[in-house]
Nanobody, 116 residues
Framework: QVQLVESGGGLVQPGGSLRLSCAAS????????MGWYRQAPGKARELVAR???????AYADSVKGRFTISRDNAKNTVWLQMNSLEPEDTAVYYC??????????WGQGTQVTVSS
């Protein structure tokens, strides 16, 4: 059974930082591209960042220079370090596991709220 369990969301003031974690089980972790997506109220889910098994990363333009995605294949874990948070970053953040020849897997989501 595949599980992606996110943690680390919460309420933070503008300019603050949060670190999201996603622990995966039931998959060959290093074979999967891991991603973080977010969905704000009334908006479509969007890709925030992704990291391939070998460590290559990609980011949405809106978070470049502020967010960093990383992974530890030995711990089956992916992180999203979010700095200089803005109210526009408020959303539910989802962990995603993607491999070309299998279905995508999703975590349950963790709420991030940026507000003073």
């Amino acid at each position: 059974q595949v599980q992606l369990v996110e943690s680390g969301g919460g309420l933070v003031q503008p300019g603050g930082s949060l670190r999201l974690s996603c622990a995966a089980s039931g998959i060959i972790f290093n074979a999967y591209t891991m991603g973080w997506y977010r969905q704000a109220p009334g908006k479509a889910r969007e890709l925030v960042a992704r990291i391939h098994g070998g460590g290559t990363t990609a980011y949405a333009d809106s978070v470049k220079g502020r967010f960093t995605i990383s992974r530890d294949n030995a711990k089956n874990t992916v992180w999203l370090q979010m700095n200089s948070l803005e109210p526009e970053d408020t959303a539910v953040y989802y962990c995603n596991a993607h491999e070309a020849w299998s279905p995508d897997y999703w975590g349950q989501g963790t709420q991030v709220t940026v507000s003073s």
